[in-house]
């Protein structure tokens, strides 16, 4: 199954940037931080499936999304 590009807001991830402590951040960074990050959530997010099917569970849980990250990291 071929993963899906999905678009996140740029704005928010600036704020999240500049709160890690940037002054300053390019646009092209925004947009890296934006793929790195949606990259991340899909790959947690399909382990998180994986986890709750394997439970007999159509419905992810917040334990499965919990564990995923675990299993990721």
Same mark, same amino acid.
């Given at each position: 199954m071929a993963k899906e590009k999905v678009k996140l807001p740029l704005a928010p991830l600036e704020r999240i940037l500049r709160k890690?402590? #940037?002054?300053?951040?390019?646009?092209?960074?925004?947009?890296?931080?934006?793929?790195?990050? $949606?990259?991340?959530?899909?790959?947690?997010?399909?382990? $998180? $499936?994986?986890? #709750?099917?394997? $439970?007999g569970r159509k419905t992810i849980v917040e334990s499965d999304v919990r564990m995923a990250r675990k299993r990721l990291s």
């Open positions: 890690a402590g #940037a002054k300053r951040v390019s646009k092209s960074a925004v947009r890296e931080f934006s793929m790195v990050l $949606a990259d991340y959530a899909s790959d947690i997010s399909g382990e $998180a $499936a994986k986890l #709750a099917t394997h $439970a």
